[in-house]
């Protein structure tokens, strides 16, 4: 969510992005968390959440804790993933034959095919 401006969450986005900022701020304070210094954190910031938002985060809080959410870590960056599965077909490709001959002939065949897909394409057609 750091990406997206806070103006276009939702309602129930900006709280509870408001009260996880407010429990790491007092984690990292070493204040106590409970719904009522998030609360008084909230207010103090000049903002405003529905109530039972500090009060669901203590919950899952006092339940988890905070240091083992902190090692969670968020849901984001799950997309580069694919292109590690294809490195071994590619590094086989690339010579790892054993034999020596058998990679430069795989080599060559791909080469050719390569021309032949280049000589196909017909951008109006």
Known sequence: MSSVPTD???KE?????LCTYAALILHDDGAEINTQTMSDLIKASGCTVEAYWP???CKMISNVGMDELLKMGGGGGGGGGGEAAAAPAAAADAGGDAGGKGGKKAAKKEE???EEEAMDFDLFG
């Open 112 to 114: 050719v095919e390569e």
């Open 13 to 17: 986005q900006q709280d509870e992005l």
């Open 55 to 57: 009060m669901l985060m």
């Open 8 to 10: 276009s969450l939702s």
